[in-house]
Structures are given as structure tokens and as C-alpha cells.
């Protein structure tokens, strides 16, 4: 079973909304990622979790905050967000070996109006 | 940082001909990994080589990963429309590194 799983497919909220995207994997991988990517462009890395510790941090602005409760689950709590930040959220995951295939989940779609 | 550069941007072929994705890192890999993206969906892996100079295929699809570990191919054979979409590949700059560079993607229309 190589399934990651996203919830919801489509999200549209107000730039004074507060809400979050969930993503569970069941694979036992220990690596968890979050990425955004904007249409015609590839999935830009914006955290990673590794053993549920928080890795990688790219930069990302604070209106964005990760939380990784368990290493099946990664959920991305979303708060004040910009309609720039409209995008396709994608979460994936690895085994942690070093020779990382990284397994994408269907992402969730946002529009920030 | 390290970069992978992705050509071409856009390829357009008749259904049937052969379609080729040339990715280069500027720094050496240790392992390339490919994924296709379709309209609407998300990437989808593909495969991943690890060893210099190596080839691997599935089906109609042939990858091949340069002997320096900075290049790679994607080659299809005979484009049908059920190749369509965007592939992407990405690269790992190191052992034990988890963090892909992927490069800008192709996107690939066939014509029937």
C-alpha cells in the first residue's frame, strides 16, 4: 500500500479564516512533507518532519504551522492567509532510508479569496 | 543551492512518435527520481536510479541515469494519449539526504 491520503480535495476560506489540512499515511514511513505548488509549476518543499520532529522549516511564513500529532499524521494549520497562498497542497512521505522515493498524497486545493 | 534544470519546457508530439526529458543537476546526485503529474491530479512516482550508468524500463518508458550522476533521460516510445501530462524529475544531492530538487517538469500533449 503506497496511499497518502488527503483531506479535504478543495478548500476555499477568507483571509480571516483559521482552518486546517490533514494528511495520514499508513506505510510506517518517518518522514512526512509538506509542499506547495502553483499551477504550471513543480511542488516547492515547505516543511519536513522527521521521527515527528519538525526538520525543515523553508522559509515559510508563520501564517502556515505544521503539526505532526503522530508519525501516521501531518496536519497544516492554515490562519490569515493571502490570496497568493492559493494553491495545490500536497503532502507526501518517505521511509527515512537515504535513498528517499517520496510517495505524494492527492493534495488539497485551496483558494484563499 | 543545487539546481536541476528540466528541458524542454513543452513538447507537443503526434501520437505515436517517441518523446525524450533531459534533466541536469549542477551538482552530483545520488539518486534521480521521476514522477508524472497528469492534468488535475498530483505526482505519481515513477521510478528511481540510484547507480551511475544506469537504465531501467517500464513498458514503453526508458530511463537512464548519466555515468557522472547528473544527468538523466526520460524516453517514451510510440506517445499515446494516455502519456499526457507533465513529468518531473527530482533529485537527492546526498546520502542520507531526504530534501528532492525537482526540476521545472515537461509537459507532454499528444496529438491523436
Known amino acids: 500500500d503506497t496511499e497518502v491520503t488527503q483531506t479535504p480535495k478543495h478548500l476555499v476560506m477568507g483571509m480571516t479564516n483559521k482552518k486546517s489540512l490533514k494528511c495520514e499515511q499508513h506505510?510506517?514511513?518517518?518522514?512526512m512533507y509538506w509542499y506547495k505548488q502553483k499551477a504550471k509549476k513543480p511542488p516547492e518543499l515547505m516543511f519536513v518532519?522527521?521521527?515527528?520532529?519538525?526538520?525543515i522549516n523553508e522559509s515559510v511564513p508563520s501564517r502556515f504551522s505544521p503539526e505532526c500529532p503522530n508519525s501516521s499524521l501531518l496536519n497544516l494549520h492554515l490562519h490569515a492567509l493571502q490570496p497568493e497562498d492559493s494553491a495545490l497542497y500536497l503532502c507526501?512521505?518517505?521511509?527515512?532510508?537515504?535513498?528517499?522515493?517520496?510517495?505524494f498524497g492527492p493534495g488539497t486545493r485551496l483558494l484563499v479569496l | 543551492g543545487q539546481q536541476v534544470m528540466q528541458i524542454p519546457q513543452y513538447q507537443h508530439v503526434q501520437e505515436g512518435e517517441d518523446f525524450t526529458t533531459y534533466c541536469n543537476s549542477s551538482?552530483?546526485?545520488?539518486?534521480i527520481q521521476w514522477y508524472k503529474q497528469r492534468p488535475g491530479g498530483h505526482p505519481v512516482f515513477l521510478i528511481q536510479?540510484?547507480?551511475?550508468?544506469e537504465v531501467k524500463k517500464q513498458k514503453r518508458l526508458t530511463f537512464q541515469f548519466g555515468e557522472a550522476k547528473k544527468n538523466s533521460s526520460l524516453h517514451i516510445t510510440a506517445t499515446q494519449t494516455t502519456d499526457v501530462g507533465t513529468y518531473f524529475c527530482?533529485?537527492?544531492?546526498?546520502?542520507?539526504?531526504?530534501?528532492?530538487?525537482f526540476g521545472k517538469g515537461t509537459k507532454l500533449s499528444v496529438i491523436p
Open positions: 507526501a512521505s518517505s521511509q527515512l532510508t537515504g535513498q528517499e522515493t517520496q510517495y
Open positions: 506505510m510506517g514511513h518517518r518522514a
Open positions: 518532519y522527521s521521527y515527528e520532529k519538525l526538520s
Open positions: 551538482t552530483t546526485l545520488s539518486n
Open positions: 536510479l540510484v547507480k551511475s550508468g
Open positions: 527530482a533529485g537527492l544531492s546526498g546520502a542520507g539526504s531526504y530534501q528532492l530538487t
